[in-house]
DNA sequence: CACACTTTGTGCATGTCTTCACAAAGGGAT
DNA sequence: ATCCCTTTGTGAAGACATGCACAAAGTGTG
């Protein structure tokens, strides 16, 4: 049975399941043992069929009628991103964004170590960060293969991206999170992931002149009521 | 005709039009007059049908045979993005995240403006960042009805997002761009959107541990094959 | 052991997004 | 004015994602 499960896991179920991980894990430290699918999908923001929807690509591991046993669901999504494994990560490009990120304990926490700085600027070469020396960028591909480095977040200006992804590319690099506001030109097989924050601001000023325009009345009724129903 | 237009774009196709904004910017700075569906596509990182359809929705702002005017173009999505007016944003958590979206010079240049600065640690309170004095998370609630902000973006630690998120609601903020590691809770009406490096850098690591299997060579091998087609 | 209760896992219907493929529309040359 | 070339805008098909609603499977009590 479950011709779906063992791989072919869908693109958004995939991206809830950090989401859902998160959830458990407080629900972890809180000493919680079981959780049903409802009480887990409110924890994550979600709906509780797609929550269970989303669990039955991995597999069958909850119980009819008491849950999910909150361990071992934690271990089983972990194994399913990877996580049981040690990623070590370049941060490329130490201004102001790629300090906050080298800083941001958040990431180091789970499966993820930053084990690389690189810039480009003499002055900051050198300088300690969360216990590592900046590398010039010239060092770039030496330092990626040396120290085994299999995901590179880039945060350097726009200009600087695209050099840059060529280069760790260069040096077999397939997965890339960009932080720079330029669309990153990968060949196949390289995974780019993107986090911007003007684009995110303008998606919601969008929706925020929606809801401007709604108050202030305009006169197409019809539309707006049909607009009202969507939550 | 065309029914769709006039309000009701689908979220898809918000959400890419900063992504288009940004390439026809780059057209208009290197001088371009004109430009076709395939090249803007190409320059925005997707297929050319989709950007079309993307386009139709907004109006019917191209020349057949010829392609779109850039600088129109440009006006009409700036337009419907709300961005021919001016958004007061506040950055609550003035951290290392917080001070690199201050300093961040991409997203005041075009409609945004950082309006207000939040911090609860007093030794931080005073402080100037980008010609702005840090305020104390006190005077929250004063501070954004007199300085008109709308949208919000939350850059503090993870207990602290939810009770910031009360708070600015309470104080009629309907929108709020959220860097801190959790769900916030909010009632409808409010849009959140979410930024957050560890779930993007899970969702590298799953991608990328699926490749490094496939090299191994699991004796699956239908379903690597099956796999191997998906680009 | 039987019955009542809970909660999962999933078939199916519905909705949304993507992509193809082409008719319609404009430009420019002769 | 006619013809040819280019490129848009969109109908229709297909792929993907969501959510309902319920049978199947478990627990616990008497």
Redesign the pocket.
């Known amino acids: 049975?479950?011709q779906?499960?063992e791989r072919g896991i869908?693109?958004?179920?995939v991206a809830?399941l950090p989401l859902y991980l998160r959830a458990l894990n407080g629900l972890a430290e809180r000493g919680t043992a079981t959780?049903?699918?409802?009480?887990?999908a409110v924890a994550a923001g979600?709906?509780?069929?797609?929550l269970?929807?989303?669990?039955?690509?991995l597999?069958?591991?909850?119980?009819?009628?008491?849950?999910?046993d909150v361990q071992y669901l934690i271990y089983q999504i972990s194994r399913e991103l990877g996580l049981t494994q040690d990623w070590a990560v370049a941060i490329v490009g130490v201004g102001n964004l790629g300090r906050a990120l080298a800083n941001y304990g958040g990431f180091v926490s789970r499966g993820f170590r930053v084990a690389a700085l690189f810039d480009a600027d003499v002055s900051v070469v050198g300088e300690r960060l969360v216990g590592m020396a900046v590398d010039h960028i010239d060092e770039l591909e030496d330092v990626i293969r040396k120290r085994g480095i299999s995901i590179v977040v880039i945060a350097t200006p726009a200009a600087a991206a695209q050099p840059v992804a060529d280069r760790v590319i260069a040096s077999g690099i397939t997965s890339i999170l960009n932080f720079a506001p330029v669309v990153l030109n990968v060949p196949d097989g390289v995974d780019v992931r993107k986090v911007d924050l003007s684009t995110e601001l303008q998606i919601l000023a969008f929706h925020e002149q929606r809801k401007a325009d709604r108050e202030s009345g305009s006169p197409i009724m019809a539309e707006n009521l049909a607009e009202a129903m969507?939550a």
């Open positions: 049975m479950s779906a499960r869908p693109d958004a179920t809830r959780v049903s699918s409802e009480d887990l979600v709906n509780s069929a797609k269970r929807k989303d669990l039955s690509h597999g069958s591991y909850g119980t009819r009628g008491v849950g999910y969507d």
